[in-house]
Every structure is written in structure tokens, then in C-alpha cells.
């Protein structure tokens, strides 16, 4: 199971595009956990994560998770902001499973 943790700045706006991203897996035949966080509770969820994608209002905090992400373990990036604005849960997908090396 690929366990894919979202963070924004309080964890709403990426509900909808959480619910997309599951649509794709579920269409590919993907067992996944996707979720969101807010900021404050990303760096704790990403101990539990395979890759973390960071909003695109949060980009200036890359490297703030950076330092926690290499410490565990994953690979972040930072969500393609035409993805993200088009809710494009299957863009976004596509790019955790590439970064976590599906």
C-alpha cells in the first residue's frame, strides 16, 4: 500500500484533490492511503508516509520539510500549481507514484 501524505496551509484545500487522487488509484487498481495536513502536523505525518506533496502556497517551506524528509526517508515535492488549481487528482497521482519510484 502507497501512503501519500498532502500538506497545505490548513489542510482543507487538498481535500478535494485527496478525494481525486484516490479516484485514480482506484481506477488503476492501486491499493492507497492518501491524506492532508496542515502545515503544523506535516512534519509528525510524515514519519507515516511514503512521499509527501507540499501545497503549491507552500512551496517556501520546501526546505523546512526537506531536512525532516531526509531524515525519514521520502521524497516531497512541491504539487504542480496547474494541477493543483485544476484539481487534477490524477496528475498529482501519477507524480507521487514517480517520486516514490513506481
Known amino acids: 500500500m502507497k501512503k501519500i501524505l498532502l500538506a497545505c496551509s490548513s489542510g482543507m484545500s487538498t481535500s478535494l484533490l485527496v478525494?481525486?487522487?484516490e479516484e485514480a488509484a482506484s481506477s488503476k487498481g492501486i491499493e492507497v492511503e492518501i491524506w492532508a495536513v496542515g502545515q503544523d502536523k506535516a512534519q509528525e505525518d510524515m514519519k507515516k508516509a511514503?512521499?509527501?506533496l507540499i501545497g503549491p502556497q507552500m512551496r517556501f517551506m520546501k526546505k523546512k520539510?526537506?531536512?525532516v524528509a531526509s531524515e525519514?526517508?521520502?521524497p516531497l515535492?512541491?504539487?504542480d500549481p496547474i494541477a493543483y488549481g485544476r484539481v487534477d487528482g490524477e496528475a498529482v497521482f501519477n507524480k507521487a507514484l514517480e517520486l516514490i519510484g513506481e
Open 19 to 21: 478525494s481525486k487522487m
Open 50 to 52: 511514503d512521499v509527501l
Open 65 to 67: 520539510f526537506e531536512a
Open 72 to 74: 525519514v526517508g521520502i
Open 77 to 79: 515535492d512541491v504539487i
